[in-house]
């Protein structure tokens, strides 16, 4: 590794001790802020273009003008060094890099390894659990969609195990005809492994071998005058053939992605289609950040498949609508990664030629709306700076809401916007305690102390440009408070009140230090973006304390119960998944909880429903 000293770069004098073996290459401003990664075959000769050339584009001089030291890192391959540029990127998100954000993990079907009864169920995050797993799904949406599908189909069941473990009679999944209760034994494990494995070579892609399966059982009831159950499998054969000719696409390889892009100016757009074991399970659209300089299409692709499938699993085949930056190299580096062949296609003809046109008009439609609603957010955010007279339009705003029922496990929402919209990764939630029950002063206090002290502390949480606090002139005049306490008076406030019929449009914008009010009105872009921000504190702030009011609830109601201490209690709620589960069960089932005699699982049944 070699790095230079923090005063002016000499670039040419660094470029002399480098070596021509490939590796990564880091650019760091005179503060520490990175400002790009690179990678290169040969680091000697990559490097030595940004300071041998006479010429630079203006992006790329103004990078290389910032430069105050270059780092190094030498790798036994090309491959592996595009896969290191690509960690690095998504890891210190570099001011000039193109940058794909998409902090989300992918979900999947999972069918769990219990011995006899596996769970058919939705899963995201990290695979840990023992079963099958199958995806990755593009969305959330995609997944509910195939397990609702499945489960009608083939009847596996969806219940946690603590619940699977201690029903006494079938649930309303199996009066719905979704699952075949067997929490009772009313199937056995032989039949129910066989819709295992049917839901398995169906999510395999074999759903015609499935078919003929069910084709074969269905002769055999129908032979020995099961009629009805003749008919009920000659209704799954028919509901799979729909689903056969509406999810299995022709043309489509086991696995396979296909993206496309396009760019306009320093917005882009790639969509992806993803097919797995021969479905189309859906389609994503990403917007990555532009770069140091406006690429070109193929390289675009190039730059978003290293970070994308740098955190999972490239599928054996990429259709690709531009041909990327050394396609060789890119499939050599995936295949290292996946554990397996990967193949990069660009000249494609037939349905891959219709599926890359699909996914360009994706991307040609998604990035015309995503300008669209830019624009409309940087009119707004224009008209925000014009209203209340700041020096320029705020790069990131936030706004505080409290959320209670009757004083009851309240909490604060704080949220954060910028001009690209919501910033999720920088919400927080502050549980509040130790305020008078249904104090909205008080706990807006104690949330507001907890943020910005932080801030005065030179903590990680910086200042925002524009505080908006939901609420009038006594919430306005105690944030105000906190503010100059903490000797952040340069922070601009604004209290946002509801109109006296409290309809959307007619809010008062309460002024720090008794400014004054505003009233902008319903049609002004400025309110209407306060509003949008004003509502997802909301939002939040009630899913949170909701989220905490259940919590406090299932505590609290057993805690009132003789014999039933806190083992016990994580123990029942574990057992049937909550405070609402362990409602549903009878004497019986609660008797069956480790620990549990019949006497006291009578108490806590009466106690329940007293």
């Known amino acids: ?59 790329i001089a103004a990078m290389v003008a910032q430069i105050a030291r270059m780092e190094t890192t030498v790798t036994r391959t090309e491959s592996e060094a595009l896969m290191l540029e690509a960690q690095l990127i998504k890891q210190f998100q570099p001011r000039y ?31 840990t659990l023992p079963g099958s797993y199958f995806g990755p799904f593009p969305s959330s949406g995609a997944v509910r969609e195939s397990l609702n599908l499945l489960h009608k189909l083939f009847h596996l069941r969806g219940c946690e195990e603590s619940y699977f473990r201690n029903r006494t009679r079938p649930c309303l999944q199996y009066q719905i005809g979704r699952c075949s209760a067997p929490c009772v034994g009313l199937i056995s494990p032989a039949d ?47 509901a799979l053939r729909t689903i056969q000719s509406e999810h299995y696409v022709q043309g489509a390889s086991a696995d396979m992605d296909v993206l496309a892009c396009r760019i306009n100016g320093e917005s882009a757009c790639v969509s992806v289609l993803f097919f797995r074991n021969g479905m189309a399970l859906g389609s994503r659209d990403f917007f990555p950040r532009m770069g140091v300089d406006a690429p ?15 955190e999972r699993a490239a599928p054996a085949e990429l ?36 599926f890359i046109e699909l996914a360009g008009r994706n991307a040609e439609a ?103 606090i939901d609420g009038g002139a006594g919430q306005l005049a105690r944030a105000e408070q906190v503010l100059d306490t903490l000797g952040l008076r340069d922070v601009p406030i604004v209290g946002v009140a509801k109109g006296p019929a409290r309809r959307s449009g007619e809010e008062t914008l309460v002024l720090a230090h008794g400014s004054g009010q505003l009233h902008p009105g ?65 004497v019986e089932e609660i008797a069956r909880v480790s620990g549990i005699d019949r006497g006291l699982a009578a108490r806590i049944y009466a106690a329940l429903h007293g």
């Open 319 to 354: 259709i690709l609508e531009y041909a990327p930056e050394q396609p060789e190299l890119l499939a050599q580096a995936l295949a290292e990664h996946a554990g397996h062949e990967v193949h990069i296609k660009t000249q494609v003809r037939g349905d891959r030629a219709r």
């Open 1 to 59: 590794m070699h790095a230079s000293a923090p005063a002016t770069f000499d670039g040419k004098l660094f470029v002399r001790h480098l070596t021509h073996a490939p590796g990564v290459y880091r650019m760091y401003a005179g503060d520490g802020v990175l400002l790009y990664v690179g990678k290169a075959g040969n680091l000697k000769k990559r490097v030595s273009n940004y300071f041998m050339r006479p010429l630079l584009e203006p992006r």
């Open 192 to 238: 129910y492994a066989v819709d295992v494995r049917h839901v398995q070579m169906f999510l395999q892609g074999r759903s015609s071998a499935v078919i003929n399966e069910l084709a074969a059982l269905m002769q055999c009831a129908s032979d020995a005058l099961e009629f009805e159950r003749a008919a009920r499998l000659r209704d799954q054969i028919q």
């Open 296 to 310: 070109a299409p193929g390289a675009l692709l190039a730059q978003f498949i290293a970070q994308y499938y740098a």
């Open 97 to 127: 890099n193109i940058l794909l954000r998409d902090g989300k993990s992918y979900p999947y079907v999972l069918i769990t390894a219990h011995a006899d009864y596996p769970r058919l169920a939705y899963h995201r995050g990290a695979r």
């Open 366 to 468: 998604a990035l015309v709306t995503r300008m669209a609603s830019r624009q409309t957010l940087e009119a707004r955010f224009a008209d925000l700076a014009r209203l209340l007279s700041l020096p320029q339009p705020p790069t990131r705003i936030e706004c505080f809401d409290i959320s209670h029922t009757q004083g009851e496990a309240t909490v604060a929402s704080c949220v954060a916007y910028g001009p690209e919209g919501p910033m999720k990764g920088h919400y927080r939630k502050f549980n509040i305690t130790g305020v008078v029950a249904g104090d909205d002063y008080a706990a807006m206090e104690q949330a507001l102390t907890r943020r910005f002290r932080r801030a005065a502390q030179g903590g990680d949480w910086a200042s925002p440009d524009l505080l908006l």
């Open 522 to 586: 319903s049609a002004s872009p400025a309110l209407q973006l306060i509003n949008a921000v004003r509502d997802e504190a909301h939002r939040f702030a009630i899913g949170a304390h909701r989220r905490r009011r259940e919590a406090t609830r299932e505590r609290s109601v057993l805690q009132d119960i003789p014999g039933i201490g806190p083992r016990r209690r994580r123990m029942l709620l574990n057992a049937f998944g909550g405070l609402a589960g362990l409602q549903g069960a009878g």
